[in-house]
């Protein structure tokens, strides 16, 4: 099927993630990793002929086009100045070009000058990193551009994030100045620095104007979940109704099935502890955004056969020790064949984080492009790809992507590569570029359509048949060993549900498995839908989302996030009418009929989804709702008739009481 050629809806945005390797960049290396004031090249559209499909006009091919978002992500990005960074970069080549497969002349009488160098150097290396680390393990600050809005209901303060970058570190001033020569045309929208990471918001001046609510937020994975050495940051912003999330991180490293085993988790402690908005504690980046993007050094490796992580034997207990100097280049010579003829397939096929997605183990519902390039890790300080022995060439710099319920596909990716040219870091920085179909065009060529928030009707769905399959054990031992699940309804704008709390089921105890034998019925604030303040404004559903967040009682303490459901209410309501009769008058849509097939003006969906917490699936919920878009006088109408289309096994009041106690 031929795929429309792109609107006015279209957004490009460029996602670099690199490992500086902390050392300063100069800025040839700079600009080979960021394009030029942000300019999509005719390369960018050649380039994404060999990682996606081809689809006619589906990429972008202007010269003159410019990415409307630029987000940088980095690691390892903190470095000195002066001698100290020259000495830095000394020790690095020499340790590089001892250790890659390049020829070093030690017959000549100078070997015992290059040890004494060599030790000299990373002398004053590690008293360097000693001080560059201390700083960053708890360095954090973030910038927020003033002229960004938030919502009129919006809890947070622009006064809670600081105006300005202002800073006498000279990693910083550095990386600034790079971006501002590099980027001219673009204004910073956020920044953050957390330890050696990093991450910068950069959009097109003319459209800073059009961005919401933008909200920064970090978690640190190091010793003791304390230090920043690892871990990430989250930046999400709102743009013309849609959320877009970006997260930045920095994984445990080293190769090996325990090392393997905690960059899952590292992912699982960030996503959970960098929460995206304020309002919404109990939804994390990956559920409450339409669109997230994940970059960073995540370095999953790659591993073949035996050690493979596919190997039912490596998954048993006490099956890998998971030791870094047995494993750590224990593939280098298979990987290193593979690199120079060209067997992508077989090196992606090694790959631990597509493993991980395909098991399940870690961002569930994120999709990635597959390497059609050399790995960007472990690389000698130069141009092209010169790899460290010690370690196995993998695929540890990455970039992946997810969308919400019902967005599926409103994600085109056109551009995956490498920046072979960067010689500053042991790492090869990468960049992707990606098409995104917003949920409504820019705000100047919004015009009202009916029905306008004036219309007295009101959405109203009616949900049943809950149940919640494979919960996880929240409880211990002594409490039982299981669960007490209820029901969270939540929504997003927040005024669509919430007054003073929000809707939810009551609460089944010591139960994994639930099924809820009540209906819930949940009237919409259509006003929270408008794209205006003003009583005339447009209605939209594009972009508004219903949350069902199963919660775990406690009594004794606060209650705990089992996981949550995303629903998109636009396609809850897809086949509903919404015209009005000619006289003026509100028209009936609904007939008082038992068969659904025959009944005007309502929508039944049945859902069966996966319960997401933190990138981790957490049981499956299942349920029913009805849904419809009313005057007052027809919501009793409603009701009875959504009752007789429920599932037949809840139509009998036997089944529904016998059905609470299993």
């Known amino acids: 099927m031929m795929e429309p050629p792109p609107s006015e809806h279209d957004i490009n945005i460029l996602i670099c993630s690199g490992n500086i390797g902390n050392a300063e960049p100069t800025f040839e290396s700079f600009s080979a990793w960021i394009p030029h004031d942000g300019i999509i090249t005719v390369d960018d559209a050649a380039n994404a002929a060999s990682s996606t499909k081809e689809r006619d006009g589906s990429l972008p091919n202007e010269t003159s086009k410019k990415y409307e978002f630029i987000i940088v992500g980095m690691q390892e990005a903190a470095f000195a100045e002066g001698e100290t960074r020259q000495s830095i970069d000394d020790t690095n080549r020499i340790v590089d070009g001892c250790s890659t497969r390049s020829s070093i002349d030690g017959g000549n009488g100078r070997g015992g000058d290059m040890e004494k160098a060599k030790r000299k150097s990373m002398l004053v290396r590690k008293v360097d990193k000693v001080r560059l680390a201390l700083r960053g393990l708890t360095h954090t600050q973030t910038h927020r551009s003033p002229i960004i809005r938030s919502t009129k209901k919006s809890t947070i303060s622009t006064t809670q994030l600081s105006s300005a970058l202002t800073t006498t570190q000279y990693d910083t001033n550095k990386f600034s100045s790079l971006i501002k020569r590099q980027c001219p045309s673009y204004t910073l929208l956020a920044s953050s620095i957390r330890g050696e990471m990093r991450l910068w918001i950069l959009c097109l001046k003319q459209l800073e104007g059009e961005v919401r609510e933008v909200y920064v937020a970090g978690e640190n994975t190091g010793i003791g979940s304390v230090f920043a050495n690892k871990g990430g940051i989250i930046a999400t912003l709102t743009l013309r109704s849609t959320r877009l999330s970006f997260l930045t991180c920095h994984l445990e490293a080293h190769e090996g099935l325990n090392h393997y085993l905690n960059r899952n988790r590292n992912l699982v402690e960030i996503l959970g502890g960098a929460k995206p908005h304020p309002d919404y504690y109990m939804l994390d980046a990956t559920i409450y955004s339409h669109h997230m993007f994940v970059c960073g050094d995540l370095n999953y490796r790659i591993r073949f056969g035996e050690n493979s992580v596919n190997n039912k034997n490596n998954n048993k207990e006490g099956g890998d020790t998971g030791e870094e100097h047995p494993d750590n280049g224990s593939h280098f010579d298979q990987a290193l064949k593979l690199v120079e003829q060209e067997k992508w397939d077989e090196l992606n096929a090694g790959d631990e984080l597509a493993m991980a997605l395909k098991k399940k183990e870690c961002l569930v519902g994120f999709e990635t492009l597959p390497c059609n390039f050399p790995p960007t890790f472990k690389v000698a300080r130069e141009k092209g790809y010169v790899y460290n022995e010690k370690r196995t060439p993998s695929y540890t710099d990455r970039i992946l992507w997810k969308s919400t319920e019902?967005?599926?596909?409103?994600?085109?990716?056109?551009?995956?590569?490498?920046?072979?040219?960067?010689?500053?870091?042991?790492?090869?920085?990468?960049?992707?570029?990606?098409r995104v179909k917003m949920n409504k065009g820019p705000m100047k060529q919004t015009i009202p359509t009916s029905p306008t928030i004036n219309d007295d009707r009101q959405f109203h769905l009616l949900v049943s048949d809950i149940k919640c399959t494979d919960l996880p054990i929240m409880d211990n031992e002594l409490m039982g060993g299981l669960a007490d699940p209820y029901v969270l309804f939540v929504s997003s704008p927040k005024g669509l549900l919430f007054d003073k709390a929000w809707p939810s089921?009551?609460?089944?105890?010591?139960?994994?498995?639930?099924?809820?034998?009540?209906?819930?019925?949940?009237?919409?604030?259509?006003?929270?839908?408008?794209?205006?303040?003003?009583?005339?404004?447009?209605?939209?559903?594009?972009?508004?989302?219903?949350?069902?967040?199963?919660?775990?009682?406690?009594?004794?303490?606060?209650?705990?996030?089992?996981?949550?459901?995303?629903?998109?209410?636009?396609?809850?309501?897809?086949?509903?009418?919404?015209?009005?009769?000619?006289?003026?008058?509100?028209?009936?849509?609904?007939?008082?009929?038992?068969?659904?097939?025959?009944?005007?003006?309502?929508?039944?969906?049945?859902?069966?989804?996966?319960?997401?917490?933190?990138?981790?699936?957490?049981?499956?919920?299942?349920?029913?709702?009805?849904?419809?878009?009313?005057?007052?006088?027809?919501?009793?109408?409603?009701?009875?008739?959504?009752?007789?289309?429920?599932?037949?096994?809840?139509?009998?009041?036997?089944?529904?009481?016998?059905?609470?106690?299993?």
């Open 505 to 662: 089921t009551r609460v089944i105890y010591r139960n994994l498995n639930p099924i809820w034998d009540e209906d819930i019925h949940l009237t919409l604030n259509h006003e929270a839908c408008g794209e205006g303040a003003n009583a005339t404004s447009a209605l939209s559903l594009a972009g508004n989302m219903i949350y069902m967040v199963v919660m775990d009682y406690d009594q004794t303490s606060g209650d705990d996030i089992i996981g949550s459901v995303a629903l998109n209410l636009k396609d809850l309501c897809s086949q509903l009418k919404f015209t009005k009769s000619h006289d003026g008058k509100k028209k009936n849509h609904l007939r008082q009929s038992v068969n659904f097939k025959e009944a005007q003006g309502i929508q039944r969906t049945t859902l069966s989804r996966p319960i997401l917490r933190n990138g981790q699936e957490c049981g499956m919920l299942e349920c029913t709702v009805v849904s419809a878009y009313l005057v007052p006088g027809e919501v009793k109408s409603f009701l009875k008739i959504a009752g007789k289309v429920r599932s037949a096994k809840f139509r009998n009041a036997k089944e529904r009481i016998l059905a609470s106690f299993r």
């Open 406 to 434: 019902g967005m599926e596909g409103t994600v085109t990716p056109f551009l995956y590569e490498p920046c072979p040219d960067f010689i500053t870091s042991d790492h090869k920085p990468i960049r992707g570029g990606f």
